[in-house]
């Protein structure tokens, strides 16, 4: 008899709209791996006991709700940061949403910011060392974005933060106040936005504007200047961002790069082996539902 096959899987709430399962089971089967990624709906009362009793389960990401809990928990178990991970990955975004176990021993990681960053490189071609950036969005994956863009020597010079929601605004001061990244951030109004996109070189929409047919763009198309690079971290569809982007001849990119660079950089952190890229990209894209 065989060895019993590897589990790996995804775990939200809900979780059944995951492209995750398509691209991690192709990557898999390319390299003749016995695993097999799952979707796992978990509700957030039966999360703790899912992330320490689950032990069959090797290696998980982890989603929306539970990427700030999630890392509560496993802290408290003792977990650990990878070796490779700048911890100020998961500090300045204070999520994780990748991690492998073995037994009750727990190592984790944000691949998130790690898969904005690759993507921003290779997909947009843009390097962010010293530049001012434009951020639209700072829930979730707005904070990716944010400990991508602040860490390291390799920092940008200044980012503008704004949201429409006042209370996701508020609760990023908190979080971000007394971190050492701080000083590279500023929280703006609407107002202040045309004054300050003159002098940025990169806007991030990491809002949920563009995700549904019929969106508008997250900012007035007039602002959009020649110098500026633009990435949309939606990547279920072409934004009208994006677009209007394009009808400008600016250099663009959605979210596809993040989404894939974020499973890529998971599983050579749960496998060791260097992951089938393009496999991966493929199988993304064959299972959209819905145009690119």
């Not at 763009?217 to 279920?236: A, E």
Request: aromatic fraction near 10%; charge should be positive; proline fraction near 3%.
């Amino acid at each position: 008899m065989g060895l019993k096959m590897d589990i790996y899987g995804i775990i939200g709430y809900p979780i059944k709209h995951s492209l995750s399962p398509a691209m991690h089971n192709a990557a898999f089967k390319k390299l003749g791996i016995d695993a097999e990624y799952r979707k796992f709906e978990v509700r957030p009362k039966d999360l703790k006991d899912f992330i320490l009793n689950r032990k069959e389960v090797v290696g998980f990401n982890i989603t929306v709700p539970h990427k700030v809990e999630a890392e509560k928990i496993i802290k408290d178990k003792g977990g650990s940061v990878h070796r490779q991970t700048d911890p100020r990955y998961i500090e300045f975004s204070g999520a994780i949403n990748t991690v492998k176990r073995d037994g009750d021993i727990f190592i984790y990681t944000n691949t998130d910011v790690s898969g904005f960053m690759r993507s921003l490189k290779e997909d947009l071609k843009f390097e962010h060392k010293d530049k001012n950036v434009l951020l639209i969005g700072c829930g979730g994956a707005g904070r990716a974005v944010i400990a991508g863009l602040t860490t390291g020597d390799n920092s940008c010079n200044k980012l503008y933060i704004y949201d429409i929601n006042n209370q996701t605004i508020d609760s990023a001061k908190r979080f971000y106040h007394g971190r050492s990244c701080l000083n590279k951030l500023q929280f703006i109004s609407e107002e202040e936005i045309p004054e300050v996109i003159k002098n940025c070189t990169l806007l991030v929409n990491a809002s949920p504007v563009g995700m549904k047919e019929g969106d508008g763009s997250p900012i007035d198309t007039g602002l959009l200047h020649k110098d500026l690079f633009v990435y949309d971290v939606v990547y279920n569809r072409e934004t009208e961002l994006i677009k209007n982007a394009k009808l400008l001849g600016l250099n663009c990119s959605g979210g596809l790069g993040m989404l894939l660079y974020q499973g890529v950089h998971a599983f050579e952190f749960w496998t060791g082996k260097k992951a089938p890229v393009e496999v991966m990209k493929q199988s993304l894209l064959k299972n959209f539902t819905f145009q690119q």
